[in-house]
């Protein structure tokens, strides 16, 4: 076997290595799940309205877009009865819908598409004037086709993979490489890079069409494939392939080792841009604040693809290749990246953490949560790991003994790509935040309140002590949406003394308004809404929240 065969093995060997460890994270991903929640409705879910409404209004956890024709409500006769298109306004959807209709039980079916590129689906059902058996809608199927869910897993990996082969090994070959040493080889690991990014975007384009409808992998159609090409996650897939074709006119004279100064300075910034490309389709855009998190989420890719592909053509080709002399200068410097490398992803990742968990009680009753801490215990180990390298680099050992290095350095590659194995799960995985208000709205405070001149739907959550959300949609008496001029809210707890707190309110349309409540203790607390819904006309209803 010639010298090029063999170091065309152990490179093949180095990629298996990263590819294995990243798919073991297969096992671990589970089906996709949405990252948006339906946290009220109008009607409230399983309840009783006296008459038909002229509108359906559901409140999710944040913004969502339209998955064409996947809104329906069926009536108890199996006859749709939503009419027009939904209205999408942030996290509220409005669904007309008729209201010369049979009593009965009534089923909403929805398909929307989350903040964070997501499908969220799912359905419940209301009863006008009585309950009947609930309908069947079969086209009202919620899950992902398991073959589509893990096919952009696959995609997904494919990615990072795409970018630890592409990221590492063009900054090495620039700044590191000895110039007696060929670049063929190395070369081969970038272009190969290149082809995964590319693989994994198409892909990824291709895929959110049947992800996002339910459809089964080849269920594409134009209309379906302009949609998503339309849509923010679109954009970022069609903005990283443009940079990734760019970017490859300008690392072909670097590989080659003819590359200016112009050139490496335009390829900083158009790698910059195209990391932006990842955070812009998946949780960060859906964050709190969304510009920290993307950011962030920017900064932990660049770390990582820098760390864990200089790590790879550390151990593939410098350690072995490179001689004493040209180790003893290479390895202090790539020493002084791969800490920088740590601290971004150590500080990036403490950033994240603390957006998408938010609480205590988030980070250790949630499984993102539970997941996070598992990340940050293999983080720990590897910075023992890498301590010891800098330590044989420091002391002058790593260029007299390489062998010793060496393994060190395998060994931070394997567990590196375990935490991105378990990063990428995290992708996957429903944000501690929001799971928490999942877990908080499974059981939250509803009713429906009439007076002479409206009835007023009433829906509190999570009903606990705390911070609370509180919705309300006013009705008039034949179940028309009521124009309110005026809201007014109090809540009091008389038994231990709490006097009457006036609670602010934000309409979102003439008949719904939101506010958040702070109720620091637990009782029979009493709500008191009064509504002028004409110059002089107003009334006021009462009811009490039992908090716990």
Request: aromatic letters at 6%; glycine letters at 8%; a positive charge.
């Amino acid at each position: 076997m010639t010298v090029l065969k063999r170091l065309a093995l152990r490179s093949a060997l180095g990629i298996s290595l990263l590819l294995v460890l990243l798919a073991a994270s297969f096992t671990l991903a589970t089906p996709a799940r949405a990252h948006a929640i339906l946290v009220s409705s109008s009607p409230t879910a399983d309840t009783v309205v006296p008459a038909a409404p002229a509108q359906i209004v559901l409140t999710f956890s944040e913004p969502v877009r339209e998955v064409p024709g996947r809104i329906r409500v069926i009536g108890p006769d199996g006859r749709r009865i939503d009419r027009g298109k939904p209205t999408f306004n942030g996290p509220l959807v409005t669904i007309p819908v008729d209201q010369n209709v049979p009593r009965g039980t009534y089923l909403v079916s929805y398909r929307v598409i989350s903040a964070d590129s997501h499908p969220v689906a799912g359905g419940f059902t209301y009863s006008v004037g009585e309950r009947t058996s609930p309908p069947d809608d079969s086209a009202a199927e919620s899950r992902v086709d398991s073959v589509v869910a893990t096919a952009v897993v696959v995609a997904k990996f494919l990615g990072y993979a795409g970018l630890v082969l592409l990221v590492g090994p063009v900054m090495v070959l620039t700044l590191l490489w000895p110039r007696r040493l060929s670049r063929t080889v190395p070369g081969r690991l970038i272009w190969a890079g290149a082809g995964l990014v590319a693989v994994s975007t198409l892909g990824g384009l291709w895929l959110q069409v049947p992800y996002t409808a339910g459809g089964g992998l080849f269920d594409v159609d134009t209309d379906g494939l302009m949609a998503v090409l339309g849509s923010p996650f679109g954009a970022a897939q069609l903005t990283r392939l443009g940079v990734l074709l760019a970017a490859t006119l300008l690392i072909r004279p670097i590989v080659t080792g003819a590359g200016g100064r112009a050139d490496r300075v335009i390829l900083v910034l158009l790698a910059l841009v195209g990391f932006v490309t990842w955070p812009l389709g998946g949780h960060p855009a859906a964050s709190p604040v969304p510009p920290i998190s993307v950011v962030a989420d920017t900064i932990h890719l660049v770390s990582m693809a820098v760390w864990l592909g200089g790590l790879l053509m550390l151990v593939l080709f410098l350690l072995r290749w490179a001689n004493d002399t040209e180790l003893g200068a290479i390895l202090p410097i790539w020493s002084r990246w791969a800490t920088l490398a740590v601290a971004g992803l150590v500080l990036a990742g403490v950033v994240q953490g603390l957006l998408e968990v938010g609480s205590l009680t988030a980070l250790v009753s949630t499984t993102y949560g539970r997941l996070l801490l598992v990340k940050v215990g293999l983080v720990a180990v590897v910075l023992l790991v890498a301590a010891y390298s800098r330590h044989l680099v420091y002391k002058g050992l790593a260029a007299q003994r390489p062998g010793r290095l060496r393994r060190a350095v395998w060994g931070e590659l394997a567990i590196t790509a375990l935490v991105l194995a378990v990063t990428s799960t995290l992708v996957q995985t429903t944000p501690a935040r929001t799971a928490v208000i999942d877990q908080a709205t499974a059981d939250y405070f509803s009713t429906r309140l009439t007076s002479r001149l409206y009835s007023l739907q009433v829906e509190l959550y999570p009903a606990r002590r705390g911070n609370n959300s509180l919705h309300l949609y006013a009705f008039t008496p034949d179940g028309q949406p009521q124009r309110v001029v005026e809201w007014k809210v109090t809540a009091a707890l008389p038994a231990k003394g709490v006097e009457p707190i006036d609670v602010p309110l934000l309409p979102l349309t003439d008949s719904h308004v939101t506010g958040e409540v702070s109720m620091p203790t637990a009782g029979d607390w009493e709500f008191r809404f009064t509504l002028r819904v004409s110059d002089i006309d107003q009334a006021t209803v009462t009811v009490t929240v039992p908090i716990t």
